[in-house]
């Protein structure tokens, strides 16, 4: 499980790495006053970032589990995880409702 969160976690780095290079190419291929010959050849710069760099690699995983499905972004927890914490009451604010 540790070995799946580091690798989200050596993702992230790589993103925020390229992130700025990313986006000024992306930026440059959608600028139609550039010549074609120009915006293909970005488009050959583009392609030759690590796939790893994208934003749609990264995965929201649970800080706890490193569970990636049913993840909850304000608290980073998969609904699990969270569940679990709710009722043995370690989560302020947060009860179980039974009826």
């Known amino acids: 499980m540790k070995k799946r ?3 989200d976690i050596k993702k992230r780095k790589l993103f925020k790495q390229y ?3 990313r986006r000024l190419l992306l930026g440059l291929i959608n600028d139609l006053s ?3 010959e120009k915006r293909l050849e970005f488009i050959s710069q583009l392609n030759r970032l ?4 994208s934003k ?3 995965l929201n995983r649970c800080i706890l589990t490193g569970r990636s499905k049913s993840v909850y972004r304000f608290c980073k ?7 679990d914490l709710g009722s043995r009451g370690l989560i ?3 009860s179980k409702k039974s009826w």
């Open 5 to 7: 969160i580091y690798k």
């Open 19 to 21: 992130e700025v290079r």
């Open 34 to 36: 550039i010549p074609l």
């Open 50 to 53: 690590p796939r790893n760099a």
């Open 56 to 58: 749609g690699r990264i």
């Open 77 to 83: 927890l998969s609904r699990l995880t969270l569940r």
């Open 92 to 94: 302020p604010g947060l």
